[in-house]
Nanobody, 121 residues
Framework: QVQLVESGGGLVQPGGSLRLSCAAS????????MGWYRQAPGKQRELVAF???????NYADSVKGRFTISRDNKKNTAYLQMNSLKPEDTAVYYC???????????????WGQGTQVTVSS
């Protein structure tokens, strides 16, 4: 059984920082791309950033220069460093990973349960 568990969300003032973590656990054979998505109330889920297994990254225009995605392949963990946070960054942040498990070697997409980020004074 594969799980993605996010942590690090919370309440922060505008201009502040948070660091989200996403740890993949279980019977994992390999992990491909990992990404962060977010969904604000009344809006569709949107891609925030992703990182390939080789370390290439891509960001939504709205977070470029403020957010940094990284990963530690030995720990099967991805991170999202969020700086200069704005009220419009308020959302539930979800981790996503494309991975192969030892029980099913097809490349499948997994999601975490989400972590709330609230930017407010």
């Amino acid at each position: 059984q594969v799980q993605l568990v996010e942590s690090g969300g919370g309440l922060v003032q505008p201009g502040g920082s948070l660091r989200l973590s996403c740890a993949a656990s279980g019977s994992i054979f390999s992990i491909g791309a990992m990404g962060w998505y977010r969904q604000a109330p009344g809006k569709q889920r949107e891609l925030v950033a992703f990182i390939t297994s080789g370390g290439s990254t891509n960001y939504a225009d709205s977070v470029k220069g403020r957010f940094t995605i990284s990963r530690d392949n030995k720990k099967n963990t991805a991170y999202l460093q969020m700086n200069s946070l704005k009220p419009e960054d308020t959302a539930v942040y979800y981790c996503n990973a494309d991975l192969q498990s030892h029980s099913d070697y097809r490349l499948m997409s997994y999601w975490g349960q989400g972590t709330q980020v609230t930017v407010s004074s």
